[in-house]
């Protein structure tokens, strides 16, 4: 078969396609896929989510392994490796700021399919249906050892008044809130190479986003979907089509992974 590579695919418009309630994965990937491991070839998905959100999806789409919780947590043949939290230091001074500047918050302070807010305003402000929030009376983020992420209720630009959010990782998928969480999915794409040892030039990455930016690298094969955004081309090893005309078959076929 040639030298094993390593394959990760961002799920979202990559992968996937379709509105998120109506989504599904082109035969030609689901093919692609299984031809791929046929031939000895590592696959996974590599995706911002926590590894509780994204588990079911994982199985769903016919993967053992995965990237998860943004490069933070890696998962190996179905087993959960690792789950690496947030700076908990720099989370407190964040939730302190958000106090004081009268920002609503919440948090994950586990590997669970919820958050946890200290009260009904953050529901209320986003009505965020994404996963349940949880209300806590009081909650203090200092009983919880660990914070995996923070959740913000503002509207942009309103989240540039808090200092200490420059100080951690985050970003913004819903116009209500923004999370805070890790962003780097090079991180757990270097972890799972290194568990099997292997060579980073053989790593191959799928994406169309940009969160898809931080596993865009020059130590390996990075490919961009013909639906992708322009500053992820530009980065680009190679440009392949849209995710819903073929485009993984096509860049695994013009590459000679998959016949």
């Not at 949880?134 to 942009?156: M, S």
């Not at 440009?239 to 860049?251: N, Q, R």
Request: with cysteine.
């Amino acid at each position: 078969m040639g030298k094993k590579k390593y394959f990760f695919f961002d799920i979202d418009g990559t992968l996937a396609v379709g509105t998120p309630g109506d989504q599904y994965v082109p035969e030609s990937a689901r093919k692609t896929i299984k031809e791929l491991e046929a031939k000895g070839h590592f696959v996974a998905i590599a995706t911002g989510r926590s590894y509780a959100m994204a588990v079911n999806h994982m199985k769903e789409l016919g993967f053992k392994n995965m990237v998860s919780d943004g490069g933070n947590g890696i998962t190996i043949n179905e087993k959960l490796i690792e789950i690496k939290p947030l700076d908990y230091d720099k989370c407190l001074a964040l939730i302190d700021e958000c106090k004081e500047k009268g920002f609503i918050w919440a948090i994950s302070p586990d590997n669970e399919t919820r958050r946890l807010a200290p009260d009904n305003r953050f529901y209320d402000f986003t009505h965020d249906i994404y996963m349940d929030t949880v209300v806590e009376e009081g909650l203090d983020p200092r009983n919880y050892d660990q914070i995996y992420k923070v959740y913000i209720a503002c509207f942009t630009p309103e989240e540039e008044k808090l200092e200490t959010l420059k100080e951690l990782p985050w970003c913004r998928f819903h116009k209500e809130y923004l999370f805070v969480e890790p962003g780097d999915k090079s991180v757990g794409i270097k972890a799972i190479v290194d568990h099997f040892g292997g060579d980073y030039q053989d790593v191959v990455v799928f994406g169309d986003e940009k969160n898809d930016l931080s596993m865009f690298r020059d130590e390996w094969t990075s490919i961009a979907m013909g639906n992708a955004i322009d500053e992820l081309k530009a980065k680009a090893t190679y440009i392949t089509d849209d995710a819903d005309k073929d485009g993984i078959y096509k860049a695994c076929q013009h590459f000679g992974w998959v016949d």
